[in-house]
């Protein structure tokens, strides 16, 4: 059973739960109700992918180069799972170097915000989730990240008590619950949109994310210059 104590050892909890679970697969688990549901691996299609490494690679690319002062690098392996990208004060390729101070992931999809969250308290560095779709930009800092596995946590608790007690909450999730169950509909998920359609608002939407990324890594920055200059005076 999961033992929670909520604000105090979250990184502890968080470990313990990252044994069992992917940092993708918690957001599944904060927003479906019933205790008993377990997540499919639902990978994405080969279209997707590539639609999701197109974007990746232009943004971290553009960024670069509107942004000679910082390195970027793709596909950051953190303890727990990667980060599409990450920006630094040099060339960094490993989850351990100091010179990191923002992580990037790109959504071209659903986007998730459990799984920023947990890169963002295991390492105290704030993440940037870019919301292809939209143009849109979340910041996930350390509070805001504790409160979102905070309720993470809770929420799983309490799950765990409905299971030790058999109580099942059935609903549309049944169709992509990979549980053995009565409730457990025959068809299961199928990707039934067209991939491309979406395409050319992701493509659409790259400058913006980068400009809104650039602003927000400048501010990041100077933050940074400032609390050394404190620190100095």
């Not at 999701?52 to 727990?80: G, N």
């Not at 849109?136 to 409905?162: F, G, Y």
């Not at 913006?208 to 602003?215: E, G, Q, R, Y």
Request: hydrophobic share 40%.
């Amino acid at each position: 059973m999961i033992e929670v104590d909520v604000g105090r050892n979250i990184r502890n909890e968080l470990r313990k739960l990252l044994k069992t679970y992917r940092p993708s697969q918690l957001d599944e688990q904060l927003t479906t109700a019933c205790p008993f549901y377990e997540p499919e691996n639902r990978e994405l299609t080969s279209a997707y992918r590539l639609i999701h490494d197109m974007a990746k690679s232009k943004i971290l690319v553009k960024l670069q180069m509107k942004l000679d002062e910082i390195s970027v690098v793709s596909e950051l392996p953190l303890e727990f799972g990667r980060v599409d990208g990450a920006a630094g004060n040099e060339i960094v390729l490993t989850s351990k170097d100091s010179d990191i101070f923002l992580f990037i992931e790109i959504k071209t999809g659903n986007v998730k915000l459990v799984q920023p969250a947990i890169y963002t308290i295991l390492r105290g560095t704030k993440t940037l989730v870019a919301e292809l779709r939209t143009g849109d930009i979340l910041t996930i800092n350390v509070s805001l990240a504790e409160k979102i596995v905070e309720e993470l946590l809770e929420h799983m608790k309490a799950q765990e008590i409905l299971r030790e007690s058999g109580k099942k909450i059935p609903g549309s999730e049944c169709r992509y619950c990979g549980a053995d169950c009565e409730f457990r509909e025959s068809v299961k998920w199928k990707w039934s949109v067209d991939p491309l359609k979406s395409l050319p608002d992701i493509l659409g939407n790259v400058d913006t994310v980068v400009d809104k990324i650039a602003a927000e890594i400048s501010r990041e920055i100077q933050n940074r210059s400032k609390r050394v200059c404190e620190a100095e005076a």
